[in-house]
């Protein structure tokens, strides 16, 4: 769907150029936009590969596994209906992991594994489960420890103080969280109260 929108937006920019005589205007912006994609993709890369390199070591070294146990009081309150041994709190752990570290892509692998867990002791295949949704909203609004991709986006376009995101960021992640979780569980009471009529 997303791709639809964007190719809708491509396209009606492009008719609008040719409308207006600014076709000259596109040519440039391609020229010149995708040297800088490239220079932006060589400058993150490294420190993407760096942080998604740390994350498999941490995952081949049983650490990732060892912040699951820790996470796991958490989680079982988090997710009352999924059954301890599941997959699905593993995979959760790994994509909590990964959003901390503020590796978006490389939470993205777990978090889809994660569903697909979830999916799997889903009684309604065409609904989704509240642990889906409470999932949804802990993944999206997760809380960032370290925001790598943003630190390097600020590195690459020669930030003076390219560290001072990180306070906002985690105070910013840290609500967003607090506020998603908070809303979801006042849901989830009222729905229980109603009849899981609304």
């Not at 929108?5 to 995708?34: Q, R």
Request: hydrophobic fraction near 50%; charge should be positive.
């Amino acid at each position: 769907m997303v791709g639809y929108i964007w190719a809708f937006m491509i396209g009606v920019g492009i008719i609008y150029s040719f409308i207006t005589g600014h076709i000259n205007v596109i040519n440039e912006s391609i020229l010149t936009n995708a040297n800088e994609a490239l220079d932006l993709i060589l400058n993150l890369l490294p420190v993407i590969v760096l942080w998604t390199g740390i994350l498999k070591i941490a995952e081949v070294s049983g650490l990732l596994d060892k912040f699951a146990k820790l996470l796991s009081p958490l989680l079982h309150k988090l997710f009352p209906t999924v059954p301890k041994d599941n997959k699905a709190l593993g995979y959760i752990s790994s994509n909590i992991a990964a959003n901390m570290l503020g590796l978006g892509s490389a939470a993205t692998p777990a978090g889809l594994k994660a569903m697909q867990e979830l999916q799997k002791i889903n009684q309604k295949k065409d609904t989704a489960t509240e642990p889906m949704i409470t999932f949804l909203i802990l993944n999206t609004a997760g809380v960032t420890l370290i925001p790598t991709t943003i630190l390097a986006l600020r590195v690459a376009y020669k930030s003076v103080n390219p560290s001072e995101i990180i306070l906002p960021a985690i105070i910013a992640t840290l609500c967003s969280s607090i506020a998603g979780l908070t809303l979801d569980y006042f849901i989830r009471k009222r729905k229980k109260k109603n009849g899981n009529n609304f």
